[in-house]
């Protein structure tokens, strides 16, 4: 994230915040002390952004009644956009690619390419040995599901968690989530069941641990997730520890992948607070 500007004029601030959403630019407002901080979400933003308050600062009436006036005169503009729209708007593209790539695999797991697929996907061909030679097993669990809810599940909070995360930090940073969650959480599950499992539901915790901890309390913040959603998703990982449930459940992998995610949310909190230390140092 990135500190575009500081004041304590609550009105200014307010107009400013409006007028950047409506074009498009992924701002949030937070308080220190008795100051107002405008903070950019997304660093790819940036010389727009600049711009942008540029025209404000220099007219602020001016610049809200252009914006308003084309708006008025696009009818495109008032359209609701559609369904397809709003997904594609909420993910970025390394949530795109993999959710193609897990649908893909599912696809072919209900043809006759099921078994040799799943030979090459799955964690190890040993009960014992992880595949050293063959790293990108210790990922591609990751892409197999075995049932349509396993799979609709999963895809859907990929796509609503990773897609939130990756607009706000950028696909570097889902990568490396996804790799490192994926990763403790498969060697995790491997350690304790075998090589017979898969689904990307460790990811999925992972994500669900870095939004916890990154929008904890910060209400404007992208990741910011209800307590009604943060209790589903505690007491679904609570539920499958029990018999209550018709399908089996790698309960190890979803533990693993939400403690790799508290640990990667910490780091990101620790990173955006000395960002915004040596913000305050260099200004």
């Not at 599901?145 to 599940?153: C, R, T, Y």
Request: glycine share 8%.
């Amino acid at each position: 994230m990135q500190k575009l500007l500081t004041t304590r004029n609550a009105d200014m601030m307010k107009r400013l915040h409006s007028f950047l959403q409506r074009r498009g630019v992924p701002v949030t407002v937070s308080e220190h002390g008795n100051q107002l901080e405008l903070w950019l979400v997304q660093s790819s933003y940036s010389a727009l952004a600049k711009d942008l308050i540029a025209e404000f600062k220099a007219d602020p009436d001016g610049a809200e009644a252009e914006l308003e006036q084309a708006s008025q005169a696009s009818p495109r503009a008032q359209q609701t956009p559609s369904l397809v729209q709003q997904l594609l708007r909420q993910a970025g593209l390394v949530t795109i690619i993999y959710a193609v790539l897990v649908s893909l695999v599912f696809a072919l797991l209900n043809t006759q390419l099921a078994m040799p697929l799943f030979e090459n996907l799955r964690i190890s061909d040993s009960f014992t040995d992880l595949p050293w030679l063959q790293p990108w097993r210790f990922l591609t669990p990751t892409l197999l599901h075995f049932s349509v809810l396993h799979f609709l599940f999963n895809v859907f909070w990929w796509w609503y968690l990773g897609g939130r995360f990756e607009r706000g930090y950028g696909s570097l940073y889902l990568l490396i989530a996804l790799v490192a969650c994926a990763v403790f959480s498969n060697v995790m599950q491997f350690m304790v069941s075998g090589p017979y499992f898969g689904g990307l539901s460790g990811v999925v915790y992972g994500l669900f641990g870095i939004a916890v901890v990154v929008a904890w309390q910060r209400p404007a913040h992208p990741l910011f997730l209800p307590i009604g959603l943060i209790g589903f998703m505690l007491v679904w990982l609570l539920l499958g520890y029990t018999d209550l449930l018709w399908v089996n459940v790698a309960n190890t992998a979803h533990s693993a992948g939400l403690i790799a995610g508290l640990v990667l949310g910490i780091a990101i909190r620790v990173i955006e607070h000395m960002n915004k230390t040596n913000t305050a140092h260099g200004s």
